[in-house]
Structures are given as structure tokens and as C-alpha cells.
């Protein structure tokens, strides 16, 4: 892992951390977590504001996505998993944001995290991306560019499986979900 970043409620960027301490029902401290949450108008099948399970509690980006995006958006310095309010900065796993559902992380301090879906990007990130980065010719993004940039690299969101503190610079391995032996051929 190559960065961790918390998340203070009413806060949309993440604060650096050397480490993260995960619960059953998210990480500590930060503002996703919860073992439920309100249903959003634009994504979510129920209607707004509806109570429905947690599926974000925790995100996670790739490095490499992270790069390609300041890259396209010209950007005078790299975008941080913080700045796209995301949790994680992994390296070094292909097609990272592509991982379907079930997917295991395992860090190697014994954290298990499952992935739920995509982390899509939405118009106020964008939004703010636009107010708070500036292209490197000191030119102004527009609203939707980071929408454009970060399609299908915005990185994971998922649940705890189990509970524990990851640091910095800890390795996590990367497991498709392995079947129950009654499923299996």
C-alpha cells in the first residue's frame, strides 16, 4: 500500500495517515463509515435518503490510475488518493479499478477487505478537483474533466471482512473469491 487517507465528516478531501485502524463496520474516523447509509438520488436503486446496507466502507485507488489521470489532465503536481477523497493508494495490480465484486484484499498484517463495485466518478469531485487543481500551463479545468480523465480508473469501494490496522507500506496480496467447495466443480 502506498497511501492511507481519512476522511473528517463534511470534508470531501482525505488527510494523509501512516495507518488505518478498520472496524467491522469501516474505518475509524472517517466519514463513510457505517454499517448503513442514505441512498443517493442520482445512483443508488432505492429512492434518496432511503436506508439501505453500506457497500463503501472503505475505497481504494491505484497509483498508476492515479498518475494517467493528472497526466491527462495535465496537472502541475500528481493527484493523491486524498484529493479523490479515496482511502488507499495501491501499486502493482493491474487494472485495478476493473476487480470485479468478491474480489479479497489481504494485508499482511491480517486486514481483510472484499470488494463491493467501482468507485464511478461523480460531478463533485469533479467539481472540486476543478477549484483546487490547476493544469501546469496554470490554466482552469473545467467542472466535467475529471469525469472524463478518471472513467474507469476512479479505483474500488468495499466492506470489512476482517477488522485490524493497516500501515503504510504494508504489502496486500489480491485474491479472486474463492467459491464454498459445495459450489465448485
Known sequence: MVSAFLGAPGELSKAAQTELEFAF??????????LSRKAWDLTDKQPGGTERRNER???AVAQEDLHRVSETLSLGAPLTAGDVAVNLSIAGVP???RL???TILTFEGGVVLMVEEYNPPCSRMSHYIAESHRASTGGTLADTDFIEAAKF?????????VPGVVSVGERVTVAAEILPKWLRA
Open 100 to 102: 470485479p465484486r468478491g
Open 57 to 59: 466502507q472503505w475505497s
Open 25 to 34: 463496520d469501516g474505518i475509524v474516523g472517517d466519514r463513510h463509515r457505517g
Open 153 to 161: 480508473c476512479r479505483g474500488l469501494v468495499g466492506v470489512v471482512e
Open 95 to 97: 487494472a485495478f479499478s
